[in-house]
């Protein structure tokens, strides 16, 4: 099933992510930042100025190392921004909601292009390009490690599968590679550091809810609202988040996000279902409203322990991605289900 | 392929197809992503139909319940519904590749359920229906006209039909993929391969009765579906009122394939296949074939849907890829023959 | 009087077929249509058959307006045999004589025993009782136009209209048709082309041309050479054989003067002979047609 290449990709990517936490930057050729990634040398000799972000995981990492002026134009929005990110964001140039187009990227002239998404520019295929395409004009083009690690990039539902679970080095090492290219090392180092701390103390809240067992599924949409749903696999950020928490996700799948039918989650009958919250309305589910109405009318469903006994929990969807907002999901999705009673 | 001189007496043919679709619905509702032993599965039945006061699982109960035997009620109806509108078509058009998909009218029912979604008339199923009901006439309308206007023949209307289906199809997926409201239109793959994923019983109430009702319409018109044998002069010539048949029957057709379009998107070749193995069976006789074309849908697309839930384990075909996997080699054997007769 | 056209009109895309036609079919008798291709010999059946309704003028059943006849009703009284019959289905012999019966069933009837014995007296009248089982796609050309003919015996008609019915049939066929049309007793109107036929076989003529009615009456009086020549341009002339039957003969023009050395190649080696033979048929049946 798995490909050798990504495997081998993913594989040198976990390593360098459990060995170096800050990646000693080998310097070579005279670039000032010399990265590995996704299988390919990127080499800056000085920071970029017009950085394209596909994704808002990676606009979101590029606002909070204050780099906001160099971000040339944005695309792939979920939600809107976090509170402490507002101001900073408020007024990127945004070249589309959903996936853009190769040359509308292009045309904005960027140094360098930013990509949350292996599917969006990957090695032999993207919904925007390949890395030959941008290559050709001169854009480096840098993928979240998270991306890299996968052991799939397109499998059956689209959002690819790991063999190696997601956890926050991966996160902290994209921080670290983004702060170093944009030429302030020191802003990802804390970053890093504060970003550790709230993950350290939402742990330590936790600890309470540890003592029971909770079984739970995340829902993050679906491509038609009364059919198969998207659930969280085991192991990508939603499986990071309950292992921190210590709650059990009922999907196992090596799929990131592998579409489910109802009957079997049904017959798992999870204690608590999460429910994204997004801003997207891009597949018929996105909507937390209907996923609500969904589960509380259709007859199997509404016969489920979480819905009967409405612990239904909203959480970001974008805390759900491999992001910033994962870190920030533990805290919340803590508290959530501490608020349900569910811990003694 | 030369027929056979002694027919299937209707009588058995009924009995067997009814046996058929009983293994079919109980194979149907036996299959799923969870194992329900089968002890559990008869409690279920036994509750729900015979208000037997047994103690079941509730989820067990839902996913048997109202999940599986509603899908099945609603495969098994379309079916139905599909494979009378082939028949009732390939009389009427003296064609024997007429079909609600080959003809475009699935295309243009679907067109009109996307535009009623995003224009938001009304709500609801019914509503839906009569979107994809007005989508169906106006295919209609153009492959009439595109089959006249270009010097009819059998061939032509078949043209026309692929011309239609490019035409409505394109509409539909530029609606799908530019309406700002996806969340309300279903995918695009539903609107062209069609999907039994999200059928639950109100569906169900939905689709019984309206394939009951225009089969009951459709058998009071059997002897003039036989008098089209021979062209519509001839067929008027025995005392069939042509014109108002042919309207009638149009209609008829067109309301069936809106309302399945509208539960389970548009799914070709049950229309092909069906009538085309009935009529071989049974004789051409309407009288015998509406009948046992209903029955012999239902149990094809009952086993269709089986087979699109295990052919690949863990992943579920869309239901029109497992018909035209039968439905074009259908194709392709009704095209020689016809040569050869010619 | 069973069915007549008076002064009937009727128009198709913009072009005048008929132009105030009067025709009577003798009650019992055999009424032959006659006339150039393009006359209106087949647009006139369809307005007496009802299929088509005149522009002006009126077809009358028994002095109705056939426009106000029911369809069923009129089917159970007047039958139509078209030119060319063809169909997609897999039908038998029986299957097509039994349509004969649909405007006598309502739409939940069942097969009663009058519908069996009228369709096995249109099988034995039309000699198709052996063939009844037999698909309708294996039958030859005349074969077909037969049980086209039972068909329309087992509607149980007081009047048959039949578009040129010998059209694509051998000559044993041709004759044997019209003999049996001619022997019922039911009211015929034929349709055709072979004026020779027309005056052997009916009891009265009709003449059309560029849909007008040029006259009707017996055959003797109106296949006459004068009109035979101003109709059809050709030469012809009136005899009776020595069954007392008028027949029409055609004046062809004399052979050119190598007639005589071609006719010597007909006799040259016998592969060819077949060959340019079946050839040559096939050119005469052509141009027939």
């Given at each position: 099933m798995t490909k050798y290449i990504p495997v081998a990709v993913g594989g040198l990517s976990l390593l360098m992510a459990a060995g170096l936490a800050f990646p000693a930057l080998a310097q070579v050729g005279g670039a000032a930042v010399t990265i590995e990634n996704c299988g390919r040398t990127l080499e800056f000799d000085e920071a970029p100025e017009r950085i394209v972000s596909i994704g808002q995981g990676t606009t979101e990492i590029l606002l909070s190392l204050g780099l906001a002026d160099r971000i040339a134009g944005t695309a792939t929005w979920v939600s809107d921004l976090p509170g402490e990110l507002a101001e900073a964001g408020a007024n990127l140039p945004r070249i589309a909601e959903n996936t853009p187009g190769f040359e509308a990227v292009v045309g904005t002239r960027p140094d360098m292009v930013a990509v949350q998404w292996i599917n969006d520019i990957g090695p032999e295929q993207g919904r925007v390009g390949t890395f030959a395409q941008f290559e050709d004009f001169g854009i480096p083009v840098y993928v979240s490690p998270a991306e890299c690690a996968k052991s799939e990039f397109g499998a059956a539902s689209g959002d690819g599968a790991r063999s190696e679970a997601w956890s926050s080095d991966l996160l902290y090492r994209e921080v670290a590679e983004l702060a170093d290219i944009g030429g302030v090392p020191s802003e990802g180092e804390a970053l890093i550091a504060?970003?550790?701390?709230?993950?350290?103390?939402?742990?330590?809240?936790?600890?309470?809810?540890?003592?029971?067992?909770?079984?739970?599924?995340?829902?993050?949409?679906?491509?038609?609202?009364?059919?198969?749903?998207?659930?969280?696999?085991?192991?990508?950020?939603?499986?990071?988040?309950?292992?921190?928490?210590?709650?059990?996700?009922?999907?196992?799948?090596?799929?990131?996000?592998?579409?489910?039918?109802?009957?079997?989650?049904?017959?798992?009958?999870?204690?608590?279902?999460?429910?994204?919250?997004?801003?997207?309305?891009?597949?018929?589910?996105?909507?937390?409203?209907?996923?609500?109405?969904?589960?509380?009318?259709?007859?199997?469903?509404?016969?489920m322990t979480a819905v009967h006994d409405g612990r239904l929990v909203e959480l970001d969807a974008h805390a759900m991605n491999p992001t910033l907002r994962a870190i920030d999901g533990v805290a919340r999705l803590a508290e959530a289900i501490s608020a349900l009673g569910l811990t003694r | 392929m030369s027929y056979p001189r002694r027919r299937f007496p209707l009588g058995w043919?009924?009995?067997?197809?009814?046996?058929?679709?009983?293994?079919?619905?109980?194979?149907?509702?036996?299959?799923?992503?969870?194992?329900?032993?089968?002890?559990?599965?008869?409690?279920?039945?036994?509750?729900?139909?015979?208000?037997?006061?047994?103690?079941?699982?509730?989820?067990?109960?839902?996913?048997?319940w109202h999940y599986r035997l509603s899908r099945a009620v609603v495969a098994a109806a379309a079916g139905g519904a599909l494979a009378l509108c082939g028949c009732v078509l390939q009389a009427l058009l003296r064609n024997p590749l007429a079909e609600p998909y080959l003809l475009g009218i699935a295309a243009g029912a679907s067109t009109g359920a996307v535009m009623v979604i995003i224009l938001g008339v009304g709500a609801g199923a019914v509503s839906l229906t009569l979107g994809a009901f007005g989508g169906a006439a106006a295919a209609f309308g153009l492959v009439a006209l595109l089959a006249t206007g270009t010097g009819g023949g059998t061939e032509r209307i078949i043209l026309a039909g692929i011309a239609g289906s490019q035409l409505f199809n394109a509409a539909t997926s530029f609606i799908v993929t530019t309406s700002a409201s996806a969340e309300q239109t279903r995918g695009i793959m539903f609107w062209l391969l069609g999907s039994l994923g999200g059928i639950r019983w109100p569906d169900a109430g939905l689709a019984v009765p309206v394939v009951l009702i225009c089969g009951l319409l459709c058998l009071r018109r059997a002897r003039a579906l036989d008098a089209f044998a021979f062209g519509e002069d001839a067929a008027a010539a025995l005392g069939i009122e042509t014109g108002k048949v042919r309207v009638e029957l149009f209609a008829i057709t067109a309301f069936l394939t809106a309302a399945m379009v509208s539960l389970i998107g548009a799914v070709g070749f049950v229309g092909l296949v069906v009538p085309h193995a009935t009529r071989f069976l049974v004789g051409p006789g309407h009288e015998r074939l509406i009948p046992a074309t209903v029955l012999a849908g239902a149990v094809f697309m009952v086993g269709a849907d089986v087979l699109s839930r295990t052919v690949v384990p863990g992943q579920v075909l869309p239901i029109g890829v497992v018909t035209a996997l039968f439905g074009a080699p259908a194709f392709v054997a009704i095209l020689w023959r016809s040569r050869r007769t010619s | 009087?069973?069915?007549?056209?008076?002064?009937?009109?009727?128009?198709?895309?913009?072009?005048?077929?008929?132009?105030?036609?009067?025709?009577?079919?003798?009650?019992?008798?055999?009424?032959?249509?006659?006339?150039?291709?393009?006359?209106?010999?087949?647009?006139?059946?369809?307005l007496l058959g009802g299929l088509r309704r005149p522009d002006a003028g009126d077809v009358l059943l028994d002095g109705r307006p056939v426009s106000r006849v029911r369809r069923a009703e009129l089917a159970r009284r007047l039958a139509f045999v078209e030119q060319?019959?063809?169909?997609?289905?897999?039908?038998?012999?029986?299957?097509?004589?039994?349509?004969?019966?649909?405007?006598?069933?309502?739409?939940?009837?069942?097969?009663?025993?009058?519908?069996?014995?009228?369709?096995?007296?249109?099988?034995?009248?039309?000699?198709?009782?052996?063939?009844?089982?037999?698909?309708?796609?294996?039958?030859?050309?005349?074969?077909?136009?037969?049980?086209?003919?039972?068909?329309?015996?087992?509607?149980?008609p007081r009047e048959i209209l039949l578009d040129e019915p010998t059209n694509h049939l051998d000559i044993r066929h041709q004759l044997e048709l019209l003999d049996l049309l001619r022997s019922l007793r039911t009211t015929c109107v034929i349709a055709l082309h072979d004026l020779d036929h027309a005056a052997a076989f009916c009891d009265c003529i009709a003449v059309l041309d560029r849909g007008r009615l040029v006259t009707q009456g017996l055959p003797a009086g109106t296949l006459t050479p004068g009109l035979i020549r101003d109709v059809f341009a050709v030469e012809a002339t009136q005899r009776y054989d020595r069954h007392g039957t008028l027949r029409i003969d055609f004046t062809v023009a004399p052979p050119p003067a190598r007639h005589r050395s071609l006719q010597a190649h007909c006799r040259s080696k016998p592969e060819d002979d077949r060959r340019s033979g079946s050839d040559s048929r096939q050119e005469t049946y052509g141009h027939l047609s």
């Open positions: 504060d970003s550790r701390e709230r993950e350290a103390a939402a742990a330590r809240d936790a600890e309470a809810l540890a003592a029971e067992e909770i079984s739970v599924v995340y829902w993050f949409s679906s491509p038609e609202i009364d059919g198969e749903a998207w659930l969280a696999g085991g192991y990508g950020a939603p499986q990071w988040i309950s292992n921190v928490i210590g709650l059990r996700n009922v999907v196992d799948s090596h799929e990131e996000w592998p579409l489910v039918g109802w009957e079997t989650i049904a017959d798992h009958d999870p204690d608590v279902i999460v429910l994204g919250t997004m801003k997207r309305r891009n597949q018929p589910a996105d909507n937390v409203a209907l996923k609500r109405e969904f589960l509380e009318t259709d007859p199997l469903t509404s016969q | 043919f009924l009995l067997l197809a009814g046996a058929a679709l009983l293994a079919a619905g109980s194979a149907a509702i036996s299959i799923g992503d969870v194992r329900i032993p089968l002890p559990a599965i008869l409690k279920v039945l036994g509750r729900q139909i015979f208000g037997l006061d047994l103690t079941v699982d509730p989820i067990r109960e839902g996913i048997v | 009087m069973t069915l007549a056209a008076r002064d009937v009109s009727w128009s198709a895309g913009g072009r005048r077929i008929l132009n105030g036609v009067s025709v009577t079919a003798p009650a019992g008798g055999v009424l032959g249509l006659v006339g150039p291709n393009g006359s209106g010999k087949s647009s006139l059946l369809r060319h019959s063809a169909t997609e289905m897999q039908l038998r012999v029986r299957d097509v004589v039994s349509l004969g019966r649909t405007p006598h069933r309502g739409a939940w009837g069942g097969w009663t025993p009058a519908d069996e014995a009228a369709v096995a007296a249109a099988l034995e009248t039309t000699g198709m009782t052996g063939r009844a089982g037999q698909s309708w796609s294996t039958l030859s050309g005349g074969e077909r136009q037969r049980v086209q003919v039972a068909r329309a015996l087992a509607q149980e």
